[in-house]
């Protein structure tokens, strides 16, 4: 249930801007990617271009290919709605639509599209998401209450088991700790762990303990300037990146002498 | 260096602070006194015609059966023009904060603001020169082809001087109020929101749908209400378009009056207990809006819970 991803010479931009410059990267199914980076050096900017949020901003666009098993999200006639059911996100502050109970949060991408389904297999499926972000235990007598009114490590759980429930491929975070606790990000870690087993999970990160506890596989973003494009400068096991690098700014970030 | 006092308040930040909380405050209490002003007067000048004796009261049955009938109207009016306005003003609304190239967009919400400017003699002088007479056809369709439905019974008016001409009018004019108000609420949406909902493979509409539209519930509850309240006390253009008489349930026949254009038609020329009548009339105006709006706080503070607000 989990397709490997291949970018090809991938230029973003925002209007005439160049925010991220040819990046070609390959990322194996079942296994946790993370991007690492300091701000602004369009690590999370290319995260959105893999499940073509990108273009949701007015001016946004990009040039080269994003495969999905051999399959290209920028081909013609491909509808950025279908490859956003295939490819899920959680977002760097939790957003559990705060007008619908947990209950209905979590079912909230398997009605779209006028999808029927039966009261017994959405029971199903509720538990099976919720089970699966690792937060049955805590909401599983108050389904029906808001899924605002729960604790920013539990919304954000909420907004896994969401993007979860519609069975991805893949799933993007986009520094899904950076607004939790330590607490809270140790159990979303534990997740990442217990997801990779399913999905391909791409994660962006400003914590690279985070990274090097997570991930199989690094990828370090830089930046020569600002209003440069950024690029990717190395992407390698997440081992190398972190004990070996090749380059020389991949070791001087990961050692935190900058950024 | 002298120990400063923890209890001494001096300096002219504070001094600020207390004239700033001071002026707010007498704006706050200057609202309740004017609103108790107006409701005093309406009630101290309105009941010469509750004790009246009944024969005393233009059509000579009591105070009672002279305002049940111009309070349908009323009503009538209003609720054909919200019927109309509602939906055309949150396709609007929507069109410009969702869907509209952000030109257009700027463009079209400069050209409805524009709308709400428009005196309302204006529509009233439109409303009675032309689109009476242009949709008296439309009028004669009604009766014969729907005459079965008692609002659109026949013979339809001859001049096309209705209640539901009145109400289109009406329709056009709460449609700017209503199309601004929820314009500015959908654009507050959180952007996190709607980002979430496309994440999830929704299309645009059921963008809106998931995020935009429960998010700006109450908002457009408000902005109905708003709409409401203009409806309800529109005179002018009630007035120039209504050709009034008894209450009437067909819609397409003349007849039908509303309280607000009762009032400006008659005060005029009235004088002692036809003075209090007139007043006690506003008074139920007073109370009608009053009650909408207090069910419409009711309506918004249900789903508190589901507000986002937490």
């Keep these: ?259 | 260096m002298t120990a400063t006092s923890l209890t001494s308040s001096q300096g002219a930040g504070r001094a600020g602070d207390k004239i700033f909380s001071g002026a707010a405050l007498a704006a706050g209490c200057l609202i309740l006194a004017v609103l108790f002003g107006v409701a005093l007067f309406l009630v101290v000048q309105a009941i010469p015609a509750f004790v009246a004796p009944a024969e005393d009261i233009q059509g000579g049955e009591g105070f009672f059966s002279y305002i049940w009938p111009i309070v349908i109207g009323t009503l009538i009016a209003a609720v054909i023009a919200l019927v109309i306005a509602t939906p055309v003003a949150i396709g609007v609304a929507l069109f410009i904060s969702h869907f509209a190239p952000r030109q257009l967009a700027s463009g079209l919400g400069y050209v409805v603001d524009l709308l709400a400017a428009i005196p309302s003699v204006v529509y009233g002088a439109w409303g009675a020169a032309v689109l009476a007479k242009e949709i008296t056809p439309v009028y004669n369709w009604l009766a014969d082809n729907m005459g079965w439905l008692p609002i659109f019974a026949g013979p339809a008016s001859a001049t096309g001087k209705t209640i539901l001409t009145a109400g289109i009018v009406l329709a056009v004019m709460v449609l700017p109020i209503i199309t601004s108000l929820t314009r500015e609420i959908f654009l507050q949406t959180p952007k996190l929101h709607e980002e979430a909902a496309l994440a999830l493979g929704a299309t645009r509409w059921e963008m809106i749908k998931m995020t935009v539209l429960p998010f700006a519930r109450p908002g457009i509850i408000s902005a109905v209400m708003l709409g409401l309240g203009r409806a309800l006390g529109e005179t002018m253009a009630v007035a120039l378009v209504l050709s009034s008489g008894a209450l009437t349930a067909s819609l397409i026949q003349s007849g039908n009056q509303t309280i607000a254009a009762e009032i400006a038609l008659n005060f005029p020329e009235a004088s002692g207990l036809k003075v209090s009548t007139l007043i006690a009339a506003g008074l139920v105006l007073f109370v009608i809006t009053l009650a909408v709006n207090m069910v419409a706080r009711w309506i918004i503070g249900r789903h508190k819970e589901f507000s986002g607000a937490n």
């Design chain 1, 1 to 259: 249930m989990s397709k490997r991803i291949d970018v090809k010479d991938l230029n973003v931009y925002y209007g005439d801007f160049l925010a991220v410059e040819d990046v070609s990267i390959s990322i194996e199914a079942k296994s946790v990617t993370a991007f690492i980076g300091p701000s602004g050096c369009g690590k999370s900017t290319f995260l959105r271009t893999i499940n073509r949020m990108h273009e949701v901003l007015p001016g946004a666009r990009v040039e080269g290919e994003v495969l999905l098993d051999g399959d290209n999200l920028y081909g013609p006639g491909v509808d950025p709605v279908t490859v956003r059911s295939q490819i899920g996100m959680v977002f760097q502050r939790p957003n559990p639509f705060p007008t619908m109970s947990i209950r209905d949060n979590v079912l909230a991408g398997v009605k779209l599209n006028n999808q029927k389904i039966s009261k017994g297999e959405a029971d199903a499926l509720l538990e099976r998401s919720l089970r699966g972000a690792n937060l049955w235990n805590e909401v599983k007598d108050r389904l029906g209450k808001p899924g605002s009114g729960l604790s920013g490590g539990q919304q954000q759980r909420l907004c896994i088991a969401r993007a979860i429930a519609v069975e991805p491929q893949v799933i993007l975070m986009d520094e899904p700790c950076s607004a939790l606790d330590p607490i809270s990000t140790l159990a979303v870690e534990d997740l990442i762990n217990e997801l990779k087993d399913e999905y391909t999970v791409v994660i962006v990160t400003h914590n690279m303990q985070q990274a090097a506890r997570v991930s199989d596989r690094t990828a370090f973003f830089n930046i020569a300037g600002t209003g440069k494009p950024g690029k990717l400068i190395e992407y390698a096991e997440t081992s190398t990146i972190f004990n070996n690098p090749a380059q020389k700014s991949t070791e001087d970030y990961v050692s935190g002498r900058f950024g």
